[in-house]
């Protein structure tokens, strides 16, 4: 089968035709923006790929078109398979109808850690020896890619909660079917598609209407929209995870000042495995005990699973150093929310002591855009020492009125260029500086560690 993907680069998307190619389909795609690192994964399995939108890829005509949810109406090459009568789908659609059914999916749904879960889950069932499937919107450095057709019977896959395309306005997650399904946390975000909360909570509930009542929920217990998702009907039965609840199944004890690099597994009360690893924060170690209740579903002892996890190595993008010059350490965080942001900044403060942290924060999701959070992330950076805030022209709310109660530990940028020149005067030894945005910030990254190696030149 010819299968042709528009919004190929996108992480899901090239997952998706990595998938299908694996499976012994004929693969190609476009995309708006075709470039590494995707474009050398793709190119690698030998799949074509085209700059743009234009009709004119639609020959040789495809069997089948797979359309990304950044496609629209008025695009040439949609305007083109709808007039010439293409069989076309979404990704959520294809990947359910020619990989999912047979298999026992597991799937982590929630605003935050769905990447960190789902690599922690497939890691252990990897080192369990079931070769599982996987689709992931990161990548986990035990694979060192973001996707697997893998073996049967099991396939582990990031739920996400955006809608599933231009003519499918449904959660993608609705599509999978899960037999085991973690919920990991629930808060509004994707402004540019859900009204409120509330319609959030609504695409999770149709989430929970698909899993059979011989599977299983993995729920955070400490999470209130989660507790009213499940009061809207359930018909799986759940158990929960917490590190402050005593009655749920999975808990968690942490080594007294360890900033949660070392922890004992607690299943119903009973100590179940110690983790012993290099990530930081309570929101990982939740991560944890979620990986291991769902991988407990499909057979895996905790105390296996616990050895599992001390050696994952991460994900990329999730606080991963990307390097030290003249003692200044800079990360690389995905966090784009203002719960992931504080939870970021005060796992990094439990470990780093006294020394100084410095956040740089790009607004660029669409909520982020749309201004929704605006209120809540000075006190989201108050772990910091600093802030530094790309605050561009365009962004379309007054940014610098929203840090006001950081006062002189804020400070603002219009250009990255701008940004990168006077953080590179302000930091020292010592210093952790953590750069936070989910997308590519412009090279912020690769132009501070440049910065940083001229500073340090004799």
């Known amino acids: ?29 476009s995309d708006l ?11 690698a399995l030998g799949i074509e790929l085209t700059q743009g939108y234009g009709a004119g890829q639609l020959d040789p005509r495809p069997d089948i078109v797979v359309v990304g949810n950044a496609l629209s109406r008025g695009t040439a090459v949609i305007e083109a398979m709808l007039d ?8 959520p659609q294809w990947l359910a109808e020619h990989v999912l059914r047979p298999k026992h999916v597991l799937a982590v749904a929630g605003t935050h850690g769905k990447t960190t879960t789902t690599s922690m889950l497939a890691w252990v069932l990897e ?13 986990p450095a035990n694979f060192g890619g973001t996707a697997r057709l893998g073996g049967q019977p099991y396939f582990v896959i990031e739920a996400d909660e955006y809608d599933t395309a231009f003519f499918d306005k449904r959660a993608k997650f609705v599509h999978y079917r899960p037999r085991t ?8 975000d994707h402004a540019d598609i859900y009204p409120d909360v509330a319609a959030i909570r609504w695409q999770f509930h149709q989430l929970l209407r698909s899993v059979p009542a011989a599977g299983r929920v993995i729920v955070n217990a400490d999470d209130a929209n989660l507790a009213l998702t499940l009061r809207a009907g359930c018909w799986t039965p759940a158990e929960k995870f917490s590190l402050t609840q005593g009655d749920a199944e999975w808990s968690a004890r942490v080594d007294p000042g360890s900033a949660c690099g070392r922890f004992e597994i607690v ?4 100590s179940a495995g110690t983790v012993q690893w290099s990530l930081l924060g309570e929101h990982n170690v939740l991560n944890a005990l979620a990986a291991v209740a769902a991988a407990h579903q499909v057979g895996i002892d905790p105390a296996r699973a616990a050895a599992a996890l001390c050696r994952f ?6 606080m991963e150093s990307r390097g030290v010059i003249g003692g200044v350490t800079v990360y690389d965080d995905f966090a784009h929310h203002p719960t992931a942001i504080e939870t970021t900044l005060r796992g990094l403060r439990a470990r780093v002591g006294p020394a100084r942290i410095i956040a740089v924060l790009e607004p660029r999701s669409n909520t982020m855009k749309l201004g929704v959070h605006r209120d809540q992330l000075a006190a989201a950076l108050a772990a910091a020492d600093q802030s530094w805030i790309f605050s561009p022209s365009d962004l379309g709310w007054d940014v610098k009125s929203a840090f006001t109660s950081l006062a002189q530990r804020a400070h603002f940028g219009a250009s990255v260029d701008s940004l990168v020149a006077g953080l590179v005067t302000e930091v020292a030894a010592g210093d952790h500086v953590v750069v936070m945005s989910n997308g590519g910030f412009g090279g912020f990254h690769d132009k501070l560690l440049a910065a940083l190696q001229t500073r340090e030149a004799p």
Request: charged share 15%; no cysteine; glycine share 18%.
């Open 313 to 318: 190595l991460g994900v990329k993008r999730r």
């Open 181 to 188: 399904v973690i919920l990991n946390n629930l808060e509004y």
């Open 84 to 91: 010439r009568g293409f069989e076309y789908t979404s990704g």
């Open 127 to 139: 080192d369990a020896g079931l070769a599982p499937g996987f689709l992931i919107g990161g990548v």
């Open 1 to 29: 089968m010819h299968v042709h993907i528009l919004g190929i680069a996108g992480t899901f998307m090239g997952g998706i035709a990595a998938i299908a190619k694996a499976a012994g389909h004929h693969v190609t795609g």
């Open 267 to 270: 299943h119903r009360g009973r």
């Open 33 to 43: 923006n075709v470039y590494p690192p995707m474009s050398t994964q793709l190119e």
